[in-house]
Structure formats: structure tokens, C-alpha cells
């Protein structure tokens, strides 16, 4: 499972023109799910990526948790996150999760965040999604469950 982590000050998803998601200070956060990842190994990259403490305090140091600041959470699925590009020019998928599996993942990823913090928005698995976004610093961290769980 990997997770990119955008620190924003903004960010929203729009779907045929019509915004399905938006939220001010907090993270956005693009989704890969890979053919191996579990309830348990996403459990952990949220109590992981919860907890990270990367926004500025009032020193101007990153020690300040998502909770810390009453930030939001906009979640993006993104298969692409799992290319292979070893060979040639065109990338592989195929260490992506399947479709249905990672749906109902992404959808347990979701609905637990909600139980963590006060205000969840999301993306629509599989559509056509447009984000944007406005990234604080630039700040950006990516979480991949090989390293969080080696």
C-alpha cells in the first residue's frame, strides 16, 4: 500500500464538472493498493500517516499532528501509484490491487479515517477525477507499507 501525502492549505476533487469533495488545512492523500494489502497493513498505515506530525508549530518546526491543527482529510484512490516502469516505455499495472478488491479496501480506508477525524472527504473509485490542490511548503511524504512494516 502506498500512500502520497500532500500537506495543503486547499484541495478538492471534481468529477464530470461538479466538485465531490473539498476540504481547507489538512492532507491530501492519494491511495495505491497493491494485489497483497489487507485490512491489517492498511490499519497500520493510517495509524501511521494519523499520527505524522508535519505541520508547523510556532516555531516554525514540523511537530504538530493532522489532529493537532483540526485538519481534514481528502482521500484519492490511485492505481498508478503501483506503475512499473522497468521495462520499456509504457508502464506496467499489474502490482496494482484488482478493481474489486481495492475498492472495498479504499472504502474501508475511508470509513475508518472517519472514525479518526472530524472531517473525511474522498474521490470516486475508478472515475475520471480532476484534483487540485494547494500545497503548503511544498511538504510531501509517502508512506509505502514495505518500509512502514519491514
Known amino acids: 500500500m502506498k500512500f502520497v501525502i500532500q500537506v495543503v492549505s486547499e484541495a478538492k476533487v471534481d468529477v464530470e464538472g461538479k466538485t465531490i469533495g473539498s476540504i481547507d488545512k ?3 492523500v ?7 494489502d489487507t ?3 492498511a490499519d497500520k498505515m493510517l495509524d501511521k500517516m494519523i499520527k505524522l506530525r508535519i505541520f508547523d508549530d510556532e516555531n516554525g518546526k514540523t511537530n504538530l499532528s493532522l489532529a493537532d491543527v483540526d ?13 512499473n516502469c522497468k521495462k520499456g516505455n509504457r508502464p506496467s499495472f499489474t502490482d496494482a490491487g484488482a478493481p474489486d478488491m481495492s475498492e472495498k479496501l479504499y472504502d474501508y480506508i475511508c470509513d475508518e479515517c472517519a472514525k479518526r477525524v472530524q472531517k473525511v472527504e474522498r474521490g470516486e473509485f475508478g472515475a475520471d477525477m480532476k484534483v487540485s490542490l494547494v500545497n503548503e511548503g511544498p511538504f510531501t511524504v ?3 507499507s514495505d518500509q512502514i512494516l519491514a
Do not use: C, H, P, W
Open 142 to 144: 509517502i508512506l509505502d
Open 30 to 36: 492519494l491511495i495505491g493498493i497493491g494485489q497483497n
Open 71 to 83: 485538519g481534514a482529510l481528502l482521500l484519492v484512490s490511485q492505481f498508478t501509484l503501483y506503475a
Open 26 to 28: 489538512g492532507f491530501l
Open 39 to 41: 485490512k491489517e497493513i
